[in-house]
């Protein structure tokens, strides 16, 4: 029996905070300028993918990641100013594309590193929910924020927002078991309180990174496999 095609597809586009943070600003006035700048830039992609038929999905680590990088010499108040503004930005660049086929992937980076500098996800959620998408990716597998599904419970997503839980390491050879991803599912969709605006889905890329691949290639595909089955398993205990 052939497997069935996929049901939906995506394509990313790099968040402009991302690409501000990551290339110096040496030719505008502000760093808002120079934020719009990408942020029109960006629009012409995000509009390019959509037409083509595909969700557009914006990678934006630097909407937490970066608070341990780029931005640590800021306080926690600073670099949230920041945030909101790239979340403004890329509120701009879609502008006339439906939310539901935008999603927001946030994450803390995909290094196996201590993390122990990472922003608290109860300090971003409020600047997140302010973006005009469909659906968040946020990590929820590795150890240092796998408990943060309990701010759901406390700050529930607001009205037609969907969550992609990550519920697989991308840093670890670790093939994770379908009962482990079933639990985080089941622990997440108690936390958000309706299973149907949860779905499953990666901490982050497998090799966001050229030349960095933490998990062997072949690997992939074999944690992939448990994500799917789990998905299945917390969907028969759920609905």
């Known amino acids: 029996m052939q497997n069935a095609p996929f049901t939906q597809t995506f394509m990313s586009a790099v968040s402009p905070g991302m690409?501000?943070?990551?290339?110096?600003n040496q030719h505008y006035s502000s760093d808002e300028d120079y934020?719009?700048?990408?942020?029109?830039?960006?629009?012409?992609e995000c509009h390019a993918i959509v037409a083509r038929?595909?969700?557009?999905?914006?990678?934006?680590?630097?909407?937490?990641?970066?608070?341990?990088?780029?931005f640590s010499e800021l306080s926690l108040a600073e670099y949230m100013r920041w945030a909101e503004m790239v979340v403004d930005t890329i509120n701009n660049a879609p502008e006339g594309i439906e939310p539901q086929r935008v999603r927001l992937?946030?994450?803390w980076g995909n290094?196996?590193?201590?993390?122990?500098?990472?922003?608290?996800?109860?300090d971003t959620l409020g600047t997140l929910y302010r973006a005009h998408v469909g659906a968040l990716i946020i990590s929820m597998a590795n150890p240092r924020h796998m408990h943060e599904h309990k701010c759901f419970a406390r700050h529930p997503l607001p009205d037609g927002m969907k969550l992609?839980?990550?519920?697989?390491?991308?840093t670890t050879n670790y093939v994770e078991h379908p009962e482990l991803v079933a639990d985080r599912l089941e622990r997440v969709a108690a936390a958000v309180g309706d299973p149907t605006r949860i779905m499953a889905g990666?901490?982050?890329g497998f090799a966001s990174l050229a030349g960095y691949t933490p998990v062997a290639p072949s690997i992939v595909w074999e944690?992939?496999?448990p994500m799917r089955a789990g998905a299945d398993l917390a969907a028969s205990r759920l609905f």
């Open 19 to 24: 690409v501000a943070a990551t290339l110096n």
């Open 35 to 44: 934020l719009l700048a990408f942020g029109r830039a960006l629009s012409v």
């Open 53 to 70: 038929g595909l969700l557009l999905q914006i990678d934006a680590p630097d909407l937490a990641a970066d608070r341990s990088g780029p």
């Open 105 to 107: 992937h946030v994450c």
């Open 111 to 122: 290094m196996e590193a201590p993390h122990t500098h990472d922003v608290a996800l109860e």
């Open 164 to 170: 992609v839980a990550g519920v697989i390491e991308p």
């Open 202 to 204: 990666t901490d982050c």
């Open 223 to 225: 944690k992939l496999r």
